[in-house]
């Protein structure tokens, strides 16, 4: 079955950069839209970012500047490159991974169909 796997989350501090993977399996990323999510303790998952085939972002307003969505399709691998990170970018990221092509509302929940199990991403003060 598809499997979206996530690494490199971590601790840093404020001001800091990470950047996330999420490797795919049985599923082409250069075919589908694909996004990154992030949840908090006591928050909604939210959208932070999405990619569609043709390499079109879209961001959230607390991503924009900082963040940077990409893809290797040779690797079949999603990055979010994370700078100047904030501690109120504490939370649980989620790769996500669409049902075809196309990539209405990239940023919602119900854009997406596969889900990885998140990386842990902790912004200290």
């Known amino acids: 079955q598809v499997q979206l796997v996530e690494s490199g989350g971590g601790s840093v501090q404020a001001g800091g950069s990470l950047r996330l993977s999420c490797a795919a399996s049985?599923?082409?990323?250069?075919?589908?839209?694909m996004g990154w999510f992030r949840q908090a303790p006591g928050k909604e998952r939210e959208g932070v970012a999405g990619l569609d085939w043709r390499g079109n972002t879209k961001y959230a307003d607390s991503a924009k500047g900082r963040f940077t969505i990409s893809k290797d399709n040779a690797n079949n691998t999603l990055y979010l490159q994370m700078d100047s990170l904030l501690p109120e970018d504490s939370a649980m990221y989620y790769c996500?991974?669409?049902?075809?092509?196309?990539?209405?509302?990239?940023?919602?929940?119900?854009?997406?169909?596969?889900w990885g199990q998140g990386t842990q991403v902790t912004v200290s003060s």
């Open positions: 996500a991974g669409g049902g075809s092509v196309f990539c209405y509302q990239p940023l919602l929940r119900s854009a997406y169909g596969y």
């Open positions: 049985k599923y082409t990323v250069r075919n589908h839209c």
